[in-house]
């Protein structure tokens, strides 16, 4: 890994992220927002006419030309991390061949497809200090973390319902113009032994509770269904959840709720308040006392946490939203890389792939619930240290 001076910008390398794919714009323009990051070149795509078309696209000068995967790793020298973002299913094999390279490695979630993945990814990571990140991006929300400060700090007393629900239409909505349905990807119209809709929306719901209230579930009851016009794959998840505080969740995630684009809503109450969310109006939290007075937090308040400089890309009044979620990941992401950090807890802003297998397992716990029609116990594969 090469070495940087401390104010330069690190380099990226993608795999995947070509400019047919919505995901690779993102990490793109996040990364570049705050000036943190160079993305020196990638294997984007395995079609050349795609290759060229994305380094045009992201303008890169000059990029580093990688001949295939063996070239991408040996050049190793020319790039800080590395950068996943091909489809989920492939993660792993990619995964193991960072590690092995002892690269420090940026990942979109999910970071693995099954609990089998995940149990050898901690294996191979053990004890060793190899920075890893995977993108939770709605963490990024200045909100969403002003949310988890309040939470830890016992502004709404003792934790005891958080509900986090997920809905969007897009395997159920028909084009206007076609009468017919936009099919997604071909990954995401099969599920393997976790199905596809809890490895791209149920991740980040899971996510956010652990990481609004440093609390994992205890056992989960699972219901899927299908409902949708992409056939052959779970499309509507119900979870209900428990936890070790007593705590009981409540998740909902779905890909058949016409009218809805991405209608994630984040709720908890306490035994002395309650604060929801909603991505739709990213920058405001309703917050309830004990008295039941409600009021909104917004910026340009006396808050915590939403008040650093580096949220105030622009003056109050002026909403930040998706992209400036992820640029938060990344700021945090250079912070990390920069540091002498080697371990994170469920609480941090750039959680690692060892925080993420939890959400992994999980899944599992879901999938088995769902199976046997039963509440089931999570069987974690790592504790945080």
Known sequence: MITQSKDKPL????????????IGRIHFISSQMDRKFEVIGGMFSRDSAIQAATENYFSINKAVTFRNLDDFFNKKNEYDALVLLTPTPTHFEFIKRALQEKLPIICEKAFVANTSESKEVLSRLGN?????????????????????HLVLNGDIGKPVNIRISMPQEGYLKLNPKTGKINLPQDWRQQDGVIPTILLDLAVHCLHLGSFITNQNPSEV???????????????DVEVLAEYPSEMLGSFWFTK????????????IYGSEGSMT??????????????????KILKFGQNLPIINESRYERFKPGHPSGFTEAFAN?????????????????????????????????????????????????????????
């Open 11 to 22: 380099k990226l390398a993608f795999i995947g992220g070509g400019v047919n794919s919505a």
């Open 128 to 148: 060793q200090q190899l920075r890893n990140i995977v993108t939770f991006n709605y963490s990024g929300y200045p909100m969403v973390r002003l949310m988890q």
């Open 221 to 235: 009851f699972a219901r899927f269904k299908h409902h949708a016009r992409v056939t052959s794959v779970i499309d």
């Open 256 to 267: 058949s709720a016409l009218g809805k684009q991405n209608g994630l809503t984040v709720e």
């Open 277 to 294: 969310w909603l991505q739709e109006i990213p920058n405001s939290i309703t917050f309830s006392n004990a008295f039941g007075d409600v």
């Open 329 to 385: 990941l990344y700021w945090d992401a250079y912070s990390y890389l920069k540091s002498d950090l080697s371990n994170f807890l469920d609480t941090d802003y750039v959680p690692s792939m060892q925080v993420a297998s939890k959400g992994i397992d999980i899944l599992e716990a879901m999938v088995k619930s769902n199976e046997t029609s039963t509440w089931r116990p999570v069987e974690y594969n790592y504790e945080s240290k």
